[in-house]
Structure formats: C-alpha cells, structure tokens
Antibody, heavy 115, light 112 residues
Framework: QVQLQESGPGLVKPSETLSLTCTVSGGSINNYYWSWIRQPPGKGLEWIGYIYFTGSTNYNPSLKSRVTILVDTSNNQFSLTLNSVTAADTAVYYC?????????WGQGTLVTVSS | QSALTQPASVSGSPGQSITISCTGTSSDVGSYNLVTWYQQHPGKAPKLMIYEGNKRPSGVSNRFSGSKTGNTAYLAISGLQAEDEADYYCCSYAGSSTSFYVFGTGTKVTVL
C-alpha cells in the first residue's frame, strides 16, 4: 500500500527557511492531492496546504505569505518550504495524501525552531 | 478561522458507547458534508476513521460511526475497547475563501 515518509532538517534557526520533502512509495503521486499538516507539541492539528499532481496549490491563508508547496512527479515527491520561521513554527510536520480527507499519513517529523 | 470545538475529554468503560461532539459554524460544519474524524495514538500519526460525515474507510471497525445535526458533528464509538483510548480530532472543509480546512481542538478518550 501507499506509504509516505517525511525528510529534512530537525532544527532550523529563527528567521530562516524550513524545507521538508515527502517521498511517496508503493503508488504513484499522479492523480491525487497531497497535503502538509502540522501539530505543535502537545497541541492540535493545523492544515498547511495541498498540491495536486499537476502543480496546482491551495494554502491556509494564515500561512500563505510564507508557504510554498511543490511536486516532483518524476521522483514521486512533494515538498514544503516555510520562510521566516519563528518558535511558533516548532511542530511535528506530517505529509498526507488527499484534500477533503487525509489518508494515509507519513510518520511525521519534528522540526524545532531555535538558535 | 477558529478551531472546531470538541470536549477535552470523554471516558467510558469497556463495552460502553460514547459520543464525541464537534461544534463549528454555518460556514464550515453546517455548510458542507465534508467532516472527517481522525484517531491519534500517542507518538503516532493520525488515522482516518470517518470521511464525508458518515463513511468508514476500508478496515475501520463498524463500531465507529459519524453523524451531523446543524453545525455539530458527532463521532460515536460503540462497544468501547482498550485500543480505542486515543486522541480524536474532527476536521471540516471551511470553503475556499477562508482556511479551507479547520481541525477540532481534540478529545482525549479514556477507557476506564
């Protein structure tokens, strides 16, 4: 079955850029929507945005000015870039398949924003 | 866009039934048949339990069911089992002019 795996730095300095990649295995990235969702430690979930395999995107308006999601169909990957990070961006970042519902999810990766 | 409101905790004994509420507004839960429910065990990724308000993905026990009345959605768990102890989050589509998708505050289910 389809599996997702997040990868990227676990520590980012304030004001710098957070970059993560989600690798999809066991199935094609084509013909699906793909989302990023985050969860600050001990808190709830927040939808960041999604991308269609064609490259069409939609973002959470609260993050839109700082977020970019891209897709690389040749490598079955999609990525997240979040600019000008602060401590409030410290969270477990999940990638997931879907838009109106999210399944499956990656295992998540903790990104800490600290100097 | 504010988070959907869920009770912080719900508990029940094995075999009992419980219900978790998820209250939104006429702009999200009340406007769309796109409420989803996720189960999250500690340190694990969320798992989809209900989509489109009342549909179960393949492999999800029929002990889980979803419903909606007005601006409030519900997740019912019957025949409560120890493995059901987890955090549960609802989520609703909220329209393209707002935040698109808004999650609930989360409910900790404890099996006594």
């Amino acid at each position: 079955q389809v599996q997702l795996q997040e990868s990227g730095p676990g520590l980012v300095k304030p004001s710098e850029t957070l970059s993560l990649t989600c690798t999809v295995s066991g199935g094609s990235i084509n013909n699906y929507y793909w989302s990023w969702i985050r969860q600050p430690p001990g808190k709830g979930l927040e939808w960041i945005g999604y991308i269609y395999f064609t490259g069409s995107t939609n973002y959470n308006p609260s993050l839109k000015s700082r977020v970019t999601i891209l897709v690389d169909t040749s490598n079955n990957q999609f990525s997240l870039t979040l600019n000008s990070v602060t401590a409030a961006d410290t969270a477990v970042y999940y990638c997931a398949r879907g838009a109106n519902w999210f399944e499956p999810w990656g295992q998540g990766t903790l990104v800490t924003v600290s100097s | 866009q504010s988070a959907l409101t869920q009770p912080a905790s719900v508990s029940g004994s094995p075999g009992q039934s419980i219900t978790i509420s998820c209250t939104g507004t006429s702009s999200d839960v009340g406007s769309y048949n796109l409420v989803t429910w996720y189960q999250q065990h500690p340190g694990k990724a969320p798992k989809l339990m209900i989509y489109e308000g009342n549909k179960r993905p393949s492999g999800v026990s029929n002990r889980f069911s979803g419903s909606k009345t007005g601006n409030t959605a519900y997740l019912a768990i019957s025949g409560l089992q120890a493995e059901d102890e987890a955090d549960y989050y609802c989520c609703s589509y909220a329209g393209s002019s707002t935040s698109f998708y808004v999650f609930g505050t989360g409910t900790k289910v404890t099996v006594l």
